[in-house]
DNA sequence: TACGCTATATATAATAT
DNA sequence: TATATTATATATAGCGT
């Protein structure tokens, strides 16, 4: 159970290799998207396997990458800046701005799925064998984090004993453990992509 | 000399966030070269700052990394569409479709967050009171349905009198009758969105 | 502002199942 | 071969200079 240490050439035995690159290629997505994230910038991964068709890469999105990648290009081109707004340029911003705002909806989407999923699986109504794959990562991290948040609580609770009690019926203190990430998807700006079609939904 | 722990959200003090760009960036090209080196694989890393004009990137030649870059696009199905059409009515496609999911995905966004918003109310953990105003008719419409269902259910089962109850203490069929909308978002192509990783966008 | 230090969190190689 | 479990190496937040 010990662990070497030294990373300077090729790992020779092609089992360790495998596993080394499965690891190191979640460890560096997941690494991309937390400076994204905790920094607030772009940025992008893209690794590859010794066979594999489609390389992982971060974002997820595709566009998402793709738009990252042409501000690459874009930025490290020299003299790129006097672009014209003739068609093509127009169509391309116009794309890019669609992209956007899709991969940002999408990132709302898949946390309100995962919230909803993991209130179903908590209320015994649906199980993990039927949660998709690829998400368990996601979804195992959220978790994480709650049983952290739970945790943290509970230790707070104990050294400060006039503070409410981690547990109780009173809903919303629980709450406030259980449902973190609901409470920020319901408060902020979450509506903005649906009010547009209010007018003609009111009776 | 404690280190905080949770890796969720922007990080708020500037100076901190500046900072921890740093580090991480580096943190993040390392990682990058590693796997590269160790796993025998093309891998490579674009990270920007607020202001930075030009991004962090590795490999740290930017030829290396156009190859690499070039190569991801070359290997998505995107980027061979790209080059069977002429650039403009591949860029007016691309405009159609993601406006195209990007309204799917905003009416999906929006069940599920009336999910979320209505499940919280039947907890206790919300009242109507917080529903902003201008959701309120979709909510109502989305209530009748499930009530419709409910009934249906009711007077199936006066019907049939070998089916279940429609309504026991199992918590399975209950739930059949509550949370009908939710299985419909969990079961078909809910994930599609997020899946694109290996699909690409297209569809 | 940038750099060094240290305690702690996180990543991951080795191992077991 | 995949997944779970450690033990240890590494990354990094907070603080001082």
């Given at each position: ?16 290799r495998k596993?080394s690159h499965?690891?190191r290629s979640l460890g560096?997505?997941k690494?991309?998207?937390?400076i994204?994230v905790l920094?607030d910038v772009?940025?992008?991964?893209i690794?590859?396997?010794e ?8 974002p ?8 990252i990648i ?5 930025k490290s081109?020299?003299?790129?800046l006097?672009r ?7 169509l391309?911003?116009?794309v890019q701005?669609?992209e956007?705002?899709l ?13 909803n999923?993991?209130t ?11 949660v998709?794959?690829?998400?368990l990562g ?7 984090e ?6 943290n609580?509970?230790s707070?609770w104990g050294n400060n004993?006039?503070s409410?009690?981690p547990?109780?019926n009173s809903?919303a203190?629980?709450?406030d453990?259980l ?8 408060g902020d ?7 547009s ?6 009776e």
């Open positions: 159970m010990s662990r070497k240490n030294v990373k300077s050439s090729i790992i020779k035995d092609v089992t360790s596993a499965k690891t560096l997505l690494k991309t998207q937390e994204s920094c772009d940025a992008c991964a690794i590859y396997g066979d594999d068709q489609v390389p992982l890469a971060w997820s999105s595709e566009a998402e990458v793709r738009r042409n501000n690459y290009k874009g081109q020299v003299g790129q006097e014209q707004l003739d068609q093509q340029t127009f391309k911003q116009t701005k669609s956007e705002k991969a940002r909806i999408q990132v709302k989407n898949r946390e309100l799925q995962m919230e999923i993991i179903d699986i908590m209320a015994g109504r649906s199980t993990l064998e039927q998709p794959f690829c998400d996601y979804m195992i991290r959220m978790l994480k709650r049983m952290k948040l739970v945790k609580r509970i707070n004993i006039n409410n009690p547990f109780q809903s203190s629980r709450d453990n449902k973190i990430n609901s409470s920020l998807f319901h700006g979450m509506m903005e992509a649906i009010t079609r209010n007018n003609h939904t009111s």
